[in-house]
Nanobody
């Protein structure tokens, strides 16, 4: 599956932004999916993950209550709604996918096989 992330941009602290990831070349609902990010000078880190049907979700502790992951398998799209953004959320955000079983979520980047090109989110006043 080929993934493409989009929707990044420059926002002020406290504002919201929605980024999305579209998939092509595979059956979207076959894939466990996730969002990861890499801030300047830092390692890639897990942000959120979602099961194949969207019934199970997992979030990194610092984004719980602020970020919401969702997917629409009919539209081959996964979305990350980010609210109350903070400067420390500034990073390149990557979507990722791998084949998985029903109900599975995965927070480990090394297990994901397919990656999008990333979209830059900058939170600054």
């Amino acid at each position: 599956v080929q993934l493409q992330a989009f929707g990044g941009g420059l926002v002020q602290p406290g504002e919201s932004l929605r980024i999305s990831c579209t998939g092509s070349g595979g059956t979207f609902s076959d894939y466990v999916m996730g969002w990861f990010r890499r801030a300047p000078g830092q390692d890639r880190e897990f942000v959120a993950a979602i099961s194949r049907a969207g019934t199970r979700k997992s979030y990194e502790e610092s984004v719980k209550g602020r970020f919401s992951i969702s997917r629409d398998n009919a539209k081959n799209t996964m979305t990350l709604q980010m609210n109350n953004l903070k400067p420390e959320d500034t990073a390149v955000y990557y979507c990722a996918a791998r084949m998985g079983v029903t109900g599975e979520v995965d927070t480990a980047a090394y297990r994901y096989r397919y990656w999008g090109q990333g979209t830059l989110v900058t939170v600054s006043s």
